[in-house]
């Protein structure tokens, strides 16, 4: 999952990169409206977090001109302004959610992870490929009887592949859909974490699943 964080605390910027990615999140930031719009016309993102008070376009301009422009992402709105006034005329823009400052980065977590399964209501909560078992909300993955131990990026590729089952999947993909800006051209890291997850998914004795298409990409799936 890839969330744009539009914010222009510096402090509470890196705070939220540190958190986000610890949970397995790629992460781009903007510091104002304008750098925003730049980084959404170029990349998709599965989540705006967005600040109210930024300098020059302020954030409910920019909530409104997501909105004009038809894109349905979902946007939780941080911010200091805790009038009902305000919260409703945020809501009325276009968020999603509405959270104060100061917050609790596991609620932040928490409604992230709620509006991310708002936003894709026909996917069911547990995956499933062959013997394969995912399920992002409680972050548990198994083969057959088997847990599968997995860290926040491991898991965030394999939740990727398996909403991609059957089909092809370059790395660029996975470096534009589990990591963000700051890792772009490096496959070499994809490789690398991809062979990680599949010493772990591919038991000894099981059928493989995760196959290396030479010179393309990967496929999760049986052959």
């Known amino acids: 999952m890839k969330v744009l964080v539009v914010e222009d605390d510096a402090a509470l910027v890196a705070a939220l990169v540190r958190g986000l990615r610890g949970a397995g999140f790629g992460v781009d930031t903007a510091g104002d409206a304008t750098q925003a719009r730049e980084l959404m016309a170029v990349s998709a993102y599965d989540l705006v977090v967005l600040d109210l008070g930024l300098p020059g376009i302020d954030?409910?301009?920019?909530?409104r001109s997501i909105r004009e422009r038809g894109l349905s992402i979902p946007v939780l709105v941080l911010t200091a302004r805790g009038e009902v006034a305000d919260r409703v005329a945020?809501?009325?823009?276009?968020?999603?959610d509405?959270?104060?400052k100061p917050f609790a980065f596991p609620e932040l977590l928490a409604r992230i992870?709620?509006?991310?399964r708002r936003g894709t209501p026909l996917l069911p909560t547990v995956m499933r490929v062959a013997d394969l078992e995912i399920d992002p909300a409680r972050f548990e993955a198994r083969r057959?009887?088997?847990v599968l131990?997995?860290?926040?990026?491991?898991?965030?590729i394999l939740e990727y592949f398996v909403r991609h089952a059957g089909e092809l999947v370059t790395?660029?993909?996975?470096?534009?859909?589990?990591?963000?800006g700051s890792y772009e051209g490096l496959s070499n890291l994809v490789d690398v974490h991809v062979g990680r997850l599949r010493r772990k998914l591919d038991l000894p004795g099981a059928r493989p699943l995760l196959h290396t298409i030479r010179g393309a990409g990967f496929l999760l799936g049986e052959r």
């Open 59 to 63: 954030g409910l301009t920019l909530l």
């Open 144 to 146: 057959g009887e088997q």
């Open 149 to 156: 131990t997995l860290t926040t990026k491991e898991f965030a």
């Open 171 to 180: 790395r660029t993909m996975l470096l534009e859909s589990c990591w963000d």
């Open 98 to 100: 509405y959270l104060l």
């Open 90 to 96: 945020g809501l009325d823009a276009g968020a999603d």
């Open 113 to 116: 992870r709620a509006l991310s």
